[in-house]
C-alpha cells in the first residue's frame, strides 16, 4: 500500500564531555549503532504499525547495509527495492554531549548513488503504491524521476528534509507537503508570516494540493486546497524523552491512513497520536509505536 522512496543510514553515536577542537583529540563513550535515515525511519514506523509498506533505497555491501536490512525484514517491510552496492552505506557521525546537544557529519554514501535509472527499474513497485512517500535525502533528480514515474491513482506524500529547494513540478504533486516549523521557514524565506496560520496559505499558494505543518508538542496544522479549510489537530500530552524521528513517524502514519483512504484531517488527527507516542521513548526506530501502543495513548 505504502512506499518510502528515500535514505538508509547507521547512526553512529558517540557520547563526550565536549567536542573535540581542530586537531584535538577527546575519549567518548562507547559507540551505539542505530539503524536510521529518514526512508528507512518512514517504512519502519509504517510497518510496526501494521502498514504493508516497501522500501526503494539503496545500501552499500556493508554491515552497516546488513544492518538496516535486518531491521527493515524484521518490522515486516518488503525490502525487494532495497539495491545495494555502489558506495558504502550512509553513515550519520553523531556526537552527543552531556547537556544532550547533537554535531552531526552525514556521509550520503549509498543514499547518494540511488538513481532515476534505479527508480525507473522499480516501475512496479511504483505502480502498486497507492501511496508514495519521499523526502530529500537522496538525489533531487531521484526525487523528480518518483514523482514523474508514479501511478496515475497514486497519491504523493512529501517531506522536504533537509531543506532544499523544490521544483514546481514536486511542489505541485505534493498531497500532502509535510513540513516542520523549520522546513516551512526555509521555503517561504522571507516570505514567511508570522505564525503558523499565516504559513499555510503561503505553501499552498506554492502548488500542493495539501499542507500539513508539525509543531511539536502543539500538533499539526492541515491545510487542504479542495475544501479551503485549515484546522488545527492537537497533539496528546505525553512526557517528552526523546523526539528524535517523531517527525518520520509522524509521516509514515499520515501516508499510511491516506492510502487507506482515509481524509486528510483524519489521517492527521492518527498522525499526531503516533508522533506524540514516539517522543515517549527513546532513539528513533526503537522508539516507534504498535498500533497498540498508540490506541493506549
Ligand atoms: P520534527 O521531528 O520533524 O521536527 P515535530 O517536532 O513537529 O517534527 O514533531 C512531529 C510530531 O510529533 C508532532 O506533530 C506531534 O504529533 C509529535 N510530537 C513532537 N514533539 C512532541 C511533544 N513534545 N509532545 C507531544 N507530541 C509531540
Do not use: M
Not at 41 to 55: I, V
Amino acid at each position: 500500500d505504502l512506499l518510502v522512496v528515500g535514505s538508509a543510514n547507521a547512526d553512529l553515536v558517540i557520547g563526550v564531555e565536549r567536542r573535540p577542537a581542530p586537531g584535538e583529540t577527546v575519549l567518548g563513550s562507547d559507540l551505539a549503532v542505530h539503524p536510521g535515515g529518514k526512508g528507512a525511519n518512514q517504512s519502519l514506523a509504517a510497518a510496526r504499525l501494521g502498514a504493508r509498506t516497501a522500501l526503494l533505497a539503496r545500501v552499500g555491501d556493508d554491515g552497516h547495509g546488513r544492518l538496516l536490512l535486518e531491521s527493515q525484514r524484521a518490522a515486516g517491510v518488503d525490502t525487494d527495492g532495497v539495491l545495494v552496492g555502489g558506495a558504502p552505506t550512509g553513515v550519520a557521525l553523531i556526537t552527543v554531549d552531556p547537556s544532550g546537544d547533537n554535531s552531526i557529519v552525514v556521509s550520503p554514501g549509498a543514499n547518494g548513488r540511488l538513481t532515476p535509472e534505479d527508480v525507473r527499474a522499480a516501475a512496479p513497485l511504483l505502480a502498486a503504491a497507492r501511496v508514495i512517500s519521499v523526502q530529500l535525502e537522496i538525489p533531487p533528480a531521484t526525487v523528480a524521476e518518483t514523482v514523474r514515474r508514479r501511478g496515475p491513482e497514486t497519491r504523493l506524500v512529501l517531506n522536504p528534509s533537509p531543506p532544499a529547494p523544490l521544483p514546481a513540478e514536486v511542489l505541485a504533486a505534493c498531497d500532502p507537503l509535510v513540513v516542520n516549523e523549520h522546513e516551512a521557514r526555509y521555503i517561504l524565506g522571507d516570505g514567511a508570516g508570522r505564525t503558523p496560520q499565516d504559513w499555510a496559505p503561503a505553501l499552498l499558494a506554492l502548488g500542493p494540493r495539501s499542507v500539513v505543518i508539525t509543531l511539536g508538542a502543539a500538533g499539526a496544522l492541515v491545510a487542504d486546497s479542495r475544501t479551503d479549510s485549515l484546522d488545527h489537530l492537537v497533539s496528546p500530552e505525553v512526557e517528552a524523552v526523546d523526539t528524535t524521528g517523531a517527525g518520520d513517524a509522524f509521516t509514515a502514519a499520515l501516508a499510511w491512513r491516506l492510502g487507506r483512504g482515509d481524509a486528510l484531517r483524519e489521517a492527521a488527527a492518527f498522525a499526531v497520536r503516533v508522533g506524540a507516542a514516539a517522543v515517549t521513548a527513546r532513539g528513533a526506530q526503537e522508539s516507534f509505536p504498535t498500533l497498540e501502543e498508540v490506541d493506549a495513548l
